[in-house]
């Protein structure tokens, strides 16, 4: 039977790991994993987070299941991180998921539960496990254009064109921020106008926050959710804590279901359950009990916005860098953009050629939609890479 399974295509940015593992040349840089480093090339655990997992070990008394859809303490501390004073309990459904990707999954499963004729709206670009995951479960995927290559920036008139053939019954995919993979995240003003062509379509947004206080800060990252979430009556939230909260292998996500009443919130509820029982039974514990942990404690929770804060600057420090490394040496500002984008990301218009010259030639990993991880740089290689990015002739 197994003789049958065809071979799948290797995943694009694993198997680029994979090279950049294989290159026995020193100096190598890896810009293409999505995941936080530090100017060292470490992932750091988290003060806050060593510190809590310190009083798990000491106070924790069985490993028996939890939830099937998460504890309540993760659930509403997730949802107050996201929503602030516009969490609503009475008609909030909330998931403990397997990291944000599970977010996702159990996301889209659940729309296509209500609607089984479900269409998804996705950015062009966007991160391609999104299309991975749609296409694996048979669902039509539509683009919507919203990266200007000539620009580096959104092209907001003609996203707004392309959302606007959303139906009712329809998902309308968005960034929550920190847009992955361009770096180009939309203004409050653009959410706004996003938000009255949801509300005139019916659609209903599933919004991919996988970056919070990576972008902008912890409030000014979620302000888009927030007023989407203001303004349309259903509202999915797709959210991770790997990024923020440094867990990446503990595998935490939720998935939040604003719903328009008590009645609905309770059948999303009873889905959502039903969709970890079918997938994986009961989520895991340890990274959820963590975040609780950390947010639930003033203390805790005030050291953790510090150093992710920290995370935050370094990040922005080494865009404007990168700009002025480019600026000096192109003698334009045409890599400006690098400084206005924020999260991990930016997509700085190389052709794949271009890409390829610079892994051969100078050792630089990304991938080949030039797409760079910001966080994979220091002080010292940033100029390595402004000066391969000119004399690849980007």
Same mark, same amino acid.
């Given at each position: 039977?197994?003789?049958?399974?065809?071979?799948?295509?290797?995943?694009?940015?694993?198997?680029?790991?994979?090279?950049?593992?294989? +290159?026995?040349?020193?100096?190598?840089?890896?810009?293409?994993?999505? /995941?936080?480093?530090?100017?060292?090339?470490?992932?750091?655990?988290?003060?806050?987070?060593?510190?809590?997992?310190? @009083?798990?070990?000491?106070?924790?008394?069985?490993?028996?299941?939890?939830?099937?859809?998460?504890?309540?303490?993760?659930?509403?501390?997730?949802?107050?991180?996201?929503?602030? +004073?516009?969490?609503?309990?009475?008609?909030?459904?909330?998931?403990?998921? %397997?990291?944000?990707?599970?977010?996702?999954?159990?996301?889209?499963?659940?729309?296509?539960?209500?609607?089984?004729?479900?269409?998804?709206?996705?950015?062009?670009?966007?991160?391609?496990?999104?299309?991975?995951?749609?296409?694996?479960?048979?669902?039509?995927?539509?683009?919507? @254009?919203?990266?200007?290559?000539?620009?580096?920036?959104?092209?907001?008139?003609?996203?707004? $064109?392309?959302?606007?053939?959303?139906?009712?019954? *329809? %998902?309308?995919?968005?960034?929550?921020?920190?847009?992955?993979?361009?770096?180009?995240?939309?203004?409050?003003?653009?959410?706004?106008?996003?938000?009255?062509?949801? $509300?005139?379509?019916?659609?209903?947004?599933?919004?991919?926050?996988?970056?919070?206080?990576?972008?902008?800060?912890?409030?000014?990252?979620?302000?888009?959710?927030?007023?989407?979430?203001?303004?349309?009556?259903?509202?999915?939230?797709?959210?991770?804590?790997?990024?923020?909260?440094?867990?990446? @292998?503990?595998?935490?996500?939720?998935?939040?279901?604003?719903?328009?009443?008590?009645?609905?919130?309770?059948?999303?509820?009873?889905?959502?359950?039903?969709?970890?029982?079918?997938?994986?039974?009961?989520?895991?514990?340890?990274?959820?009990?963590? %975040?609780?942990?950390?947010?639930?404690?003033?203390?805790?929770?005030? *050291?953790?916005?510090?150093?992710?804060?920290? %995370?935050?600057?370094?990040?922005?420090?080494? @865009?404007?860098?990168?700009?002025?490394?480019?600026?000096?040496?192109?003698?334009?500002?045409?890599? +400006?953009? /690098?400084? $206005?984008?924020?999260?991990?990301?930016?997509?700085?218009?190389?052709?794949?050629?271009?890409?390829?010259?610079?892994?051969?030639?100078?050792?630089?990993?990304?991938?080949? *939609?030039?797409?760079?991880?910001?966080?994979?740089?220091?002080?010292?290689?940033?100029?390595?890479?402004?000066?391969?990015?000119?004399?690849?002739?980007?």
């Amino acid at each position: 039977m197994l003789g049958n399974l065809k071979p799948q295509a290797p995943d694009k940015i694993l198997a680029l790991m994979g090279e950049f593992k294989a +290159d026995p040349r020193q100096g190598k840089i890896d810009l293409g994993v999505g /995941v936080y480093k530090d100017a060292t090339g470490h992932t750091p655990i988290m003060r806050a987070v060593l510190e809590a997992e310190k @009083r798990m070990l000491e106070t924790e008394t069985t490993k028996t299941y939890a939830g099937l859809s998460g504890e309540p303490d993760f659930q509403k501390a997730m949802a107050e991180l996201i929503l602030a +004073d516009g969490y609503k309990p009475e008609t909030t459904a909330a998931l403990a998921t %397997v990291g944000g990707t599970g977010a996702i999954r159990q996301a889209l499963e659940l729309a296509r539960m209500a609607n089984p004729d479900l269409r998804v709206f996705v950015s062009d670009p966007t991160w391609p496990n999104h299309i991975s995951i749609m296409n694996f479960m048979g669902l039509p995927v539509v683009s919507y @254009r919203y990266f200007d290559n000539a620009t580096r920036s959104v092209n907001f008139e003609a996203m707004k $064109e392309d959302i606007s053939a959303a139906k009712k019954g *329809d %998902v309308v995919l968005l960034h929550g921020c920190c847009h992955n993979p361009t770096g180009a995240n939309l203004s409050i003003e653009q959410w706004a106008e996003v938000a009255a062509i949801l $509300e005139t379509t019916g659609a209903t947004p599933l919004i991919d926050l996988a970056y919070q206080g990576f972008g902008d800060g912890l409030e000014e990252d979620a302000a888009g959710t927030r007023l989407i979430a203001s303004r349309i009556p259903e509202v999915l939230i797709a959210a991770s804590c790997s990024k923020n909260f440094g867990i990446y @292998r503990e595998r935490t996500g939720c998935l939040l279901a604003l719903c328009t009443d008590k009645a609905t919130k309770d059948l999303a509820q009873g889905a959502m359950a039903f969709l970890n029982r079918q997938t994986y039974s009961f989520p895991p514990f340890h990274g959820a009990k963590i %975040v609780s942990t950390i947010l639930n404690d003033a203390g805790l929770r005030a *050291d953790w916005m510090a150093e992710l804060e920290e %995370v935050r600057g370094g990040m922005l420090r080494l @865009r404007t860098q990168l700009a002025n490394e480019l600026r000096d040496l192109s003698g334009s500002d045409r890599f +400006d953009f /690098v400084a $206005e984008h924020r999260g991990m990301f930016s997509r700085i218009g190389a052709s794949p050629e271009q890409v390829a010259k610079m892994k051969e030639e100078f050792a630089i990993y990304m991938v080949g *939609d030039s797409r760079l991880n910001i966080a994979g740089l220091n002080d010292t290689t940033v100029p390595i890479l402004a000066r391969a990015i000119i004399e690849a002739g980007v």
